[in-house]
């Protein structure tokens, strides 16, 4: 018996990448299993390797950045199984932004798909396990780079930190009227909500994600190479312009902390005369100390 026996999950953002696995692992503990996406093809193709497997399991579309879609899959999920255990929200926009070059546009699709979708999703989730008493579980994936992240992630980054402040806090307050004042209040309710900051992982997504930003090919892995568009392979290079200015950029140098910001410190190869003279004095006057011992213990014998 595995442990999600009986359990129904919906995972939002399912039929790839990371939640695509997260998937096939609830499949792989028993879960009946929802997933939601805005391609029918992934989708349609991971609930037949599921229900090939053995495994209850159902493709919904919908595009997460419109709330109504994301309320929409948890009533779909409970329509058709009559409950639901577990949410997760996988769904992610990584487009790449700066802080000057952001436009509005984008901006408000990486609110709409990294925190807006989540938060609706959310609320219809735990609206279910309220209203039948039932204990549940929320899992948002979120980001390391909540904590501060990469320059060309700025929107990203934005809205990730906004996911991980609606996670984080939720389990510290609940109003004396009994209302809870946010979503993890509802820890009395037994529902637990938790979050995931993992980091850069190898997805489709990310796959064509260099490709389309930063004017590269595909990495291909342990070999230090790419391959563009054109199949001709060539040795990988980093985008100069994400490196910023060349008096700002991190240089190594042989320091016990790594690295540091600023032009390198020349490091003295060899010692200067007067830290020579230093050194011999030094190690002569130690001399001096050992032979003066001995003759005050030949004396003293």
């Keep these: 018996m595995g442990l999600l026996e009986d359990k129904v999950v919906l995972v939002n953002g399912g039929t790839q990448g990371v939640g695509a696995a997260v998937a096939r692992a609830a499949a792989r503990e028993g879960a009946t299993v929802a997933v939601t996406g805005r391609r029918p093809e992934p989708g349609e193709a991971l609930v037949t390797e599921l229900t090939e497997a053995?495994?209850?399991?159902?493709?919904?579309?919908?595009?997460?950045?419109?709330?109504?879609?994301?309320?929409?899959?948890?009533?779909?999920?409970?329509?058709?199984?009559?409950?639901?255990?577990?949410?997760?929200?996988?769904?992610?926009?990584?487009?790449?932004g700066t802080l000057l070059d952001t436009t509005p546009e984008l901006f408000d699709a990486h609110i709409a798909i990294n925190l807006k979708g989540p938060f609706f999703a959310m609320q219809a989730a735990v609206a279910d396990m309220v209203a039948r008493k039932a204990p549940g579980t929320i899992v948002n994936i979120i980001t390391s780079s909540e904590h501060g992240g990469q320059p060309f992630l700025a929107p990203y980054v934005a809205a990730k930190a906004g996911l991980a402040g609606l996670t984080?806090?939720?389990?510290?307050?609940?109003?004396?009227?009994?209302?809870?004042?946010?979503?993890?209040?509802?820890?009395?309710?037994?529902?637990?909500?938790n979050g995931l900051n993992i980091g850069w992982t190898a997805t489709e997504g990310e796959d064509t994600t260099p490709r389309t930003f930063h004017g590269g090919g595909r990495r291909l892995a342990r070999t230090g190479r790419s391959e563009a568009a054109d199949g001709q392979t060539r040795p990988a290079r980093r985008d100069r312009r994400l490196r910023g200015p060349a008096g700002l950029r991190p240089q190594r140098c042989r320091h016990r902390l790594g690295r540091r910001l600023g032009p390198e410190r020349p490091r003295r190869t060899r010692l200067t005369p007067h830290s020579t003279t230093t050194r011999t004095s030094s190690v002569r006057r130690r001399s001096d100390q050992k032979q003066y011992v001995r003759r005050t213990r030949k004396q003293g014998n």
């Design 168 to 193: 984080l806090p939720h389990a510290r307050l609940r109003s004396r009227g009994g209302t809870p004042i946010a979503a993890h209040a509802h820890r009395w309710d037994r529902i637990r909500i």
């Design 54 to 96: 053995g495994t209850k399991a159902m493709y919904i579309r919908a595009d997460l950045a419109d709330a109504q879609q994301a309320r929409g899959s948890v009533a779909q999920v409970i329509e058709a199984y009559g409950w639901i255990d577990c949410l997760v929200n996988s769904a992610g926009l990584t487009s790449r």
